[in-house]
């Protein structure tokens, strides 16, 4: 009476890219907002996050009874747990970028900072390219691909250090700016966070692909 | 000639009790090092982080092949997905842990700043609280117990705010403490980060003992 797995295995897929189509329009609206200075895009975060949060728990039961009535094991199994651990990363991924919404929300209302928001727009960028990346490696089970998202995280970390000494500089040249500095310290914060989950989901990509632990520097030359 | 569910239950409740123990050990050190300015501490730190790390991909394998060998289902399928999320947790709370730590060894660096830690200090120990109770809680499926974690975390939340507006002002008369006192406020996120990995754990435990869902406010006045 079953469905055949790859049925169902097709259906957990697209839901998992609707939620990554979800989340990364979340982080591309609340950029948006920042660079625009627009509150509009502000509030397609905050919608966009009420779906986010139904898919989370349809996924997770989805995936649960997928195990009862299939019992799957090796390949199909990594494959459901993967999609757990993805389907949390991705709700997390929303949470972050529901707090840069947040913080632009706080910024707009001050005057601006910077024409040029430093490295943050850039950071975004590439958090978003590599989160898009993780998750078609799943879909595709695209070993390379996800590897190429691990490199990429180094990248957003460097960014993320920059960005962090040119704001303290100025808020110590000038303590008027201190609040605001302190809002794009901690939205670049948040975008080092996506970047991490990203490279979570590469990560389980690559074990569900090759049954293989890559994480802890558990990887050996190849 | 499987052993019986119970059996590897025990066992698996018991390595998610050792990494407990060992992120537990890890926020105490960092924040030891931090209170009493001290380096010998946060070399703890970085030796557990190395075993938190080996049983994070124990504790995931031995999930696998505890689903493909045993079959389960209902209770206790919910009861191995619930260790693997919170087995993430737990090492992201040792990353966070490792952060504090990363800081704390600048702010050794420098002259101190505030003989008094602010807020820091009650917010580890209500961090570590909640992260010990939600263990707790999972290991016995204790539900009221888990419930008790969930209302921490409001606390937890408030205690960053105001360290946050305390150090700001602080930087603001002068700025002499601007890098220290970001420095206080990352340590302050990463604190409120390991309170929402807790939060996340108790959730957990609640959906493995109910089979229902109380995340993203699903849950209904009893």
Not at 107 to 131: F, N, T
Request: with cysteine; charged share 30%; hydrophobic share 40%.
């Amino acid at each position: 009476m079953h469905r055949h797995f790859e049925e169902v295995e097709g259906e957990l897929k697209n839901q998992i890219l609707s939620m990554g189509s979800l989340v990364e329009d979340m982080i591309h609206s609340a950029i948006q907002g920042l660079a625009e200075r627009k509150n509009e895009p502000l509030q397609k975060v905050a919608q966009n996050e009420e779906q986010v949060n139904r898919l989370h728990i349809d996924v997770d039961n989805r995936c649960l009874n997928l195990i009862a009535l299939h019992q799957p094991t090796a390949t199909d199994l990594r494959f459901i747990i993967a999609a757990i651990k993805i389907n949390s990363d991705l709700e997390r991924i929303g949470d972050q970028a529901v707090n840069i919404s947040q913080t632009t929300g706080f910024l707009l209302a001050q005057p601006q900072l910077e024409r040029k928001l430093l490295d943050i727009p850039r950071m975004a960028e590439l958090a978003q390219s590599m989160l898009k990346d993780s998750l078609d490696a799943f879909v595709r089970k695209d070993v390379p691909l996800a590897r190429t998202v691990l490199d990429r995280d180094a990248e957003e970390d460097q960014l993320k250090s920059e960005s962090f000494n040119e704001l303290m500089q100025l808020m110590q040249s000038d303590s008027s700016t201190i609040q605001r500095a302190l809002g794009l310290i901690l939205i670049s914060r948040n975008l080092e966070r996506i970047a991490d989950h990203a490279t979570n989901i590469a990560e389980d990509v690559i074990f569900m692909a090759l049954g293989k632990d890559i994480r802890h520097h558990a990887e050996e030359a190849e």
